[in-house]
Nanobody, 115 residues
Framework: QVHVVESGGGLVQPGGSLRLSCAAS????????MAWYRQAPGQQRELVAT???????NYGDSVKDRFTISRDNMKRTVYLQMNSLELDDTAVYYC?????????WGQGTQVTVSS
């Protein structure tokens, strides 16, 4: 059973930065895909960024040029560096891990952007 744990959320002012981390444990295999999604109150869950580990990362249109996804394959960890945060970035951020045809989600970490 793969266990996915996010960390790093919190309260930040507009224009500030946060770095989220997500660690996947419980498997001997390297995740095929590690991604970040987010869900704001009353909204559908949306893709933030995806890392396949081999190709170029993909980003949602609303976070391009502000967020950066990176991963440490040895640590089975993916990071999300969020800069120039805006009020609309407020959401619960979820880590998604795809490994050997199965999908796993973390419990989410709250990011609140407020002045």
């Amino acid at each position: 059973q793969v266990h996915v744990v996010e960390s790093g959320g919190g309260l930040v002012q507009p224009g500030g930065s946060l770095r989220l981390s997500c660690a996947a444990s419980g498997s001997l295999f390297r995740p095929d895909v590690m991604a970040w999604y987010r869900q704001a109150p009353g909204q559908q869950r949306e893709l933030v960024a995806t890392s396949t580990g081999g190709g170029s990362p993909n980003y949602g249109d609303s976070v391009k040029d502000r967020f950066t996804i990176s991963r440490d394959n040895m640590k089975r960890t993916v990071y999300l560096q969020m800069n120039s945060l805006e009020l609309d970035d407020t959401a619960v951020y979820y880590c998604n891990v795809r490994l050997r045809g199965r999908e796993y989600w973390g419990q989410g970490t709250q990011v609140t952007v407020s002045s």
